[in-house]
């Protein structure tokens, strides 16, 4: 099986394909709507989902199957649908040729990325894959992570608001810090400080420990 390389990918304002209007296909026009991507669905089926999407402008609709050219200015595509062998291997051809990121749902083959399961908060994003091996292990990983992780993993996202605003500070006065002396900076008692809502005091304390680990120039 191919080693997938792991990446986030940024489809704002740039042209998704999603090939198909099943709930698949659903699922992965409202993901990339949420992206902020300029999304084309492909699909002759009438499905009032898409219909209330393409009337509310957040999706142009092409309403046939596939055809040659179509993924012609495609950033990314995706292919929902995949009960027909012969629209799996032209959409993969021309993908391949136009040099287009393709997805082919169940399909591992001929992909040339994967969707990750993923679990989210807030501005974090924890995603997890078994390169094509057992999406089921995956989804299974990411519904432990959201459910039962005895370390508070997720709510450590709670301080991605406030550590961006430390890196400003670090930015703006030059410090040099080295990542570990970071990490050591992130730990339980100030997430308990910025989920009970003292912020003042995390921010100053965070800034504090940060401070004492400057590298001297």
């Known amino acids: 099986m191919a080693k997938y390389y792991p990446a986030f990918i940024d489809v704002s304002n740039r042209t998704c394909i999603v090939i198909g209007g099943s709930d698949i296909g659903r699922d992965k026009v409202e993901k990339l709507i949420d992206c902020g991507a300029s999304v084309r669905v492909i699909s002759p089926e009438s499905e009032s989902w898409l219909s209330e999407l393409e009337r509310n402008d957040q999706v142009e609709w092409v309403k046939r199957k596939y055809q040659p050219g179509d993924l012609k200015d495609a950033f990314i595509a995706i292919l ?111 997430l308990d400080m910025v989920q009970s809502g003292r912020q003042d005091l995390a921010r100053e304390r965070l800034i504090s420990c940060l401070e004492r680990g400057v590298l001297q120039r």
């Open 80 to 190: 929902a649908d995949t009960n027909e062998q012969n629209i799996n291997v032209k959409v993969s051809d021309e993908a391949s040729e136009r040099n287009v990121l393709l997805n082919v749902v169940d399909v591992t083959p001929l992909c040339t990325f994967i969707a990750p399961s993923v679990a989210n908060r807030g501005e974090v994003t924890i995603a997890t894959s078994t390169g094509g091996a057992s999406p089921a292990l995956a989804r299974t990983f990411r519904e432990k992570i959201e459910a039962e992780c005895p370390c508070r993993l997720l709510e450590f996202a709670d301080l991605a608001p406030l550590l961006s605003w430390a890196r400003g500070v670090v930015k703006e006065n030059n410090w040099i810090i080295n990542p570990s002396h970071w990490q050591e900076c992130i730990n339980e008692e100030l």
